[in-house]
């Protein structure tokens, strides 16, 4: 199971990448391209902050190598959790995995590009929420993977059907 976990994480992380790759190309900070018009279109977003723009406008280097150690704290943290298998439970394991793979995805942009790129972009009228990536998706569902399995009492799957 943990080279299932690892091999869902290295997808994420390739999905993201390359994602974020082809924004980084093709975009410029004023492009838009709407996709659900009134709903959602692509950006380009450099976020210097966190996941969906938080702390976006701390611009000093004590902020970006601060969130840097704490991305990279979390990662190193989930991956252990990962290869030492301590989820009794497929989704558990599942929800560690794609939260490893998103977390690898914005630490390897913050270091790279000194920010994180994001380009999705969902709206009503005008209001916005924070656009946001693949990375960022991933770790959320992942986050609510965790979720479900704790409140269902994180037992293995097979037992969880009968």
């Known amino acids: 199971m943990r080279t299932q976990g690892f091999l869902?994480?290295?997808?994420?992380?390739l999905l993201d990448q390359a994602t974020k790759a082809i924004i980084a190309e093709r975009f410029t900070t004023s492009t838009a391209i709407s996709v659900i018009p009134g709903f959602f279109r692509l950006v380009l977003v450099e976020n210097t902050g966190m996941a969906f723009g938080?702390?976006?406008d701390a611009n000093s280097p004590l902020a970006f190598w601060a969130l840097t150690l704490v991305s990279t704290a979390?990662?190193?943290?989930?991956?252990?959790?990962?290869?030492?298998?301590?989820?009794?439970?497929?989704?558990?394991h599942y929800g560690?995995?794609?939260i490893l793979g998103g977390a690898a995805g914005n630490?390897?942009?913050?270091?790279?590009?000194?920010?994180?790129?994001?380009?999705?972009?969902?709206?009503?009228?005008?209001?916005?929420?924070?656009?946001f990536n693949v990375a960022d998706a991933a770790i959320v569902v992942?986050?609510?993977?965790?979720?479900?399995?704790?409140?269902?009492?994180?037992?293995?799957?097979?037992?969880?059907?009968?």
């Open 96 to 98: 560690l995995a794609v």
């Open 54 to 56: 938080i702390l976006d």
């Open 74 to 92: 979390v990662l190193i943290f989930v991956a252990y959790l990962l290869w030492t298998n301590q989820s009794p439970s497929a989704l558990g």
């Open 142 to 162: 992942g986050a609510a993977l965790l979720i479900i399995d704790h409140v269902r009492g994180g037992r293995p799957q097979s037992i969880a059907r009968a």
């Open 107 to 131: 630490v390897i942009d913050r270091l790279a590009r000194g920010m994180v790129i994001d380009f999705l972009d969902f709206y009503v009228g005008t209001h916005h929420w924070p656009a």
């Open 8 to 13: 869902i994480a290295g997808l994420v992380l």
